[in-house]
């Protein structure tokens, strides 16, 4: 069975069901039901027309539920509306989905949330993960979204800002996650710069370009991870760098500054070093300083106590730091890399193994737990 398949037909499939009047709670229980009898019948019986069986059986499967249900008796006359069958149009509507999720009835971050499950094909975990709350605290959230939407007929899609959010939310899972979306990410981004001249978005692919020109170095042959400063720079790709940096150029000029050009501007900033030690610290952390004025953002204040460290030494770090929660993801693993550059390798030992237990994947637990080992046996740097 082919998965990737069927993960890049589901957008599709569940934009024309919701086109041809099925409310998105309800189509997108249909399209789940078909990929479920794909899975199926497709080993012994794969159609010529993969999505136009998608689309045909989740249809049914929509009206069979809507003729189920006595409140929706007015959708019985969607029977005369049936698909006749035949291949279904080749058209990507994924980007328009996306548009579709970013509903003026919800939040954006109900929004953001609901597009990542349904669209995106993010676990509930996953998403917690990327707003910092407890998975059961996001499951509720997603299922008052689904509850807010259902019924309701998307002629009023979201607007860009929402839309951003989840596509560099879906870029991030994908880029440190358990599941590939990077590259569909940058797709879609892609696209959306191509027919909307935003500033923000020209400065979310350039963000996205720079990332992933580093993504073949970020892990060893063996699956751990390898930190910036130890990446081979010599194997970033450098035509992606280019385009990102070129792209991110034509947006600054434009003088209309947003999150996403500031953290493109970093990730510039450190494509350009030719190596680790002649990065342009006391720049980033200008951009970091532009970034939290304008998201007031904790974990963009956790990266500019890395920033301060390495542009003013380890103490100005740590008292940066000590500013902040120390219950924010990641704080424990900033404060024993900061601890272990001032000299004190006993409390980053300590700090390294405490990250490790809290660390949200396991490349990043094996590298954390392996820094502890490296100061708990005396090596040092």
């Not at 424990?332 to 004190?344: I, K, M, N, P, T």
């Amino acid at each position: 069975m082919d998965e990737a398949l069927l993960r890049s037909l589901t957008p599709s499939v569940l934009a024309i069901l919701v086109r041809r009047g099925a409310d998105f709670a309800a189509a997108e229980d249909a399209v789940q039901d078909a990929l479920i009898e794909a899975v199926r019948v497709w080993p012994a019986d794969r159609p010529r027309d993969p999505k136009g069986w998608l689309v045909t059986v989740a249809w049914r499967r929509f009206l069979d539920a809507t003729r189920a249900d006595a409140a929706r008796r007015r959708r019985e006359d969607l029977v005369d509306e049936e698909p006749a069958p035949g291949p279904a149009p080749a058209v990507d509507d994924t980007l328009q989905l996306y548009f579709l999720c970013a509903h003026p009835s919800l939040t954006p971050s109900s929004a953001v949330a609901l597009t990542l499950r349904a669209v995106g094909g993010l676990t509930t975990r996953q998403i917690a993960q990327a707003y910092l709350v407890p998975e059961a605290t996001m499951a509720q959230r997603i299922s008052r979204a689904k509850r807010t939407v259902s019924g309701v007929q998307f002629d009023r899609p979201g607007d860009v800002a929402t839309v951003l959010r989840v596509l560099y939310l879906v870029f991030n899972e994908g880029y440190s996650g358990d599941v590939d979306l990077a590259a569909e990410a940058i797709r879609l981004t892609r696209q959306l710069a191509a027919t909307i001249d935003h500033p923000e978005v020209a400065g979310l692919l350039a963000l996205m370009l720079l990332h992933h020109a580093r993504r073949a170095t970020r892990t060893a042959a063996d699956g751990s991870l390898v930190p910036l400063a130890e990446q081979d720079r010599i194997r970033w790709d450098t035509a992606s760098i280019a385009e990102g940096v070129e792209i991110l150029q034509a947006a600054l000029a434009r003088d209309r500054l947003g999150e996403f050009q500031a953290q493109a501007a970093i990730a510039a900033l450190h494509a350009d070093a030719p190596t680790a030690e002649k990065t342009d610290w006391v720049q980033i952390v200008e951009w970091y300083d532009e970034l939290a004025r304008l998201t007031d953002s904790p974990v963009v204040r956790l990266n500019r106590a890395v920033a301060i460290g390495e542009a003013d030494g380890p103490r100005a770090g740590l008292a940066a730091l000590a500013a902040l929660n120390d219950s924010l993801p990641r704080h424990a693993a900033v404060a024993a890399y900061l601890h272990e550059r001032d000299g004190d390798l006993t409390t980053a030992a300590r700090l390294y193994a405490e990250a490790a237990q809290k660390a949200p994947n396991l490349a990043e637990r094996d590298y954390l737990t392996r820094q502890a080992a490296r100061l708990n046996t005396g090596r040092g740097r």
